[in-house]
């Protein structure tokens, strides 16, 4: 089946998977994300966000389609877009890198090598900006419900750590290197193992969401538990 690549606008909005699409973890500082789940409008937010960042710097994600099914989605920008990622402790990304937010794999589609392809994608995408250097915050307990990616998935796609956390490591790829690959190289690449945070369904995730937020966890403690949706953000 022919699998192809989508800007994220606002229209292609309306296909991310489930929860994602009113999910503002990344796009919202925690204070203004809570206060836009008080009052029911976290969907509105994110189209807010997502009209902004694409007026100000341009695209910030792509979405992979398997025929007409939404296979996967990846978003980025730079993170003086994403007020979030003041909130880790391994932060703040550096100044001449692009911030990887999420992203998102359907479980049929684990092991097929689009979690790659959708890096590669963003990888492509801001070089041609001038931009050589792509930092994240990986998930270091590879915790299935978490909206962060395992750091160890980043890892096996060419990510080195900057910066160690204990749940939270910044890790960061060098563009030039990456795109530098072997076209030959690059589709030989295919997971043989399938990921964790590939295979989260809606049970889980309403079983998750319903769990409590608040009680004796810092904030910070509470990033894995504040998802962007589902696969990290998945659904």
């Not at 910030?60 to 909130?87: H, L, N, Q, W």
């Not at 969401?209 to 998802?227: K, M, V, W, Y």
């Amino acid at each position: 089946m022919h699998r192809r690549m989508v800007n994220l606008t606002l229209d292609s909005l309306e296909d991310l998977p489930g929860r994602c699409r009113a999910c503002v973890f990344w796009e919202l500082s925690p204070l203004c994300a809570e206060a836009a789940r008080d009052v029911g409008e976290p969907a509105l937010e994110k189209e807010a966000w997502l009209s902004h960042t694409l007026l100000e710097w341009g695209g910030c994600g792509r979405i992979a389609y398997e025929g007409e099914d939404v296979a996967g989605y990846v978003t980025y920008a730079s993170p003086k877009f994403v007020p979030r990622s003041m909130e880790f402790p391994s932060g703040p990304v550096s100044p001449d890198a692009a911030l990887l937010m999420t992203a998102f794999v359907h479980p049929a589609y684990a092991g097929t090598g689009l979690g790659r392809q959708l890096v590669q994608t963003v990888a492509a995408d801001v070089a041609r900006r001038g931009i050589y250097a792509i930092e994240t915050f990986g998930d270091a307990r590879g915790e299935a419900r978490a909206c962060l990616v395992p750091a160890d998935f980043y890892r096996s796609v060419g990510f080195k750590t900057v910066r160690q956390d204990p749940r939270y490591p910044r890790l960061r790829l060098e563009l030039r290197t990456a795109l530098d690959r072997s076209v030959e190289a690059e589709e030989s690449s295919v997971f043989t193992d399938s990921v964790e945070w590939f295979k989260l369904d809606d049970v889980e995730l309403d079983k998750f969401f319903g769990e409590p937020t608040t009680g004796g966890r810092s904030r910070i403690d509470r990033l894995g538990a504040q998802r962007d949706g589902e696969f990290f953000d998945r659904d």
